[in-house]
Structure formats: C-alpha cells, structure tokens
C-alpha cells in the first residue's frame, strides 16, 4: 500500500515517512509505519501496519483534520486521535493512531 499517495490524494497536504529534511510550509503530514507478517501453513499472507499520522500546524487545524477523519471514515478504519502542542517549535501535533490489514495470497 502506498500511504503517502493514499494521504496526499485525499487530503491535499504534503506527507513524507518519518521526517522531512526540510519541512515543506504548515500544514503538513509525517506518517511512521511498523509492519507485521504472519500467516497461517507456512504462508506469510497476513500484513499488519501499525501507522500513525502526524498532522502539524500553527492552530488546530479543523480542516486538515475533518480531511483525515474523512479518509480514514470512508476506509473504515477505526482510529483514535491525541492532540499536543509543542512549545519548542511553536505549532500543534495531532496524532490519528490505526492498523491496516492486508490479506491474501500475494503480499507485496
């Protein structure tokens, strides 16, 4: 699964995994994903990602996030969401914590 174009598609903002060397303007999106195979008879055809996206602005941006909850409603993921200010860089990050699961014959 490609997240990034799966964030970028629906939301319109700038996302990268785990950082940006040079951030792009606010708001943007990093996103970090732990991966899990398993399966069942000597077949790895179960994967998990434990993802999260990381949403930074100056102000709590209700836009930007009605279009995460938007994406992630629409693909019935189940979600929960942390918000927290960071005083040191000065701007807002809103986490949405969930899992995707890929099943099948073929995992790529």
Known sequence: MDIKSWLEDATGLKAEENMYITPPPLPYLIYLVTT???GA???NNI???DTAVELYDKTVSK???EKI???LDDSK???SKDR???HSEKKFMTIY???IIEKGEKIK
């Open 36 to 38: 899990n195979t398993r």
């Open 41 to 43: 008879d000597d077949k």
């Open 47 to 49: 994967k998990e990602h």
């Open 63 to 65: 836009k930007a996030e």
């Open 69 to 71: 909850e938007k994406l």
């Open 77 to 79: 993921i189940q979600y």
């Open 84 to 86: 927290t200010y960071l």
């Open 97 to 99: 914590s969930f899992k």
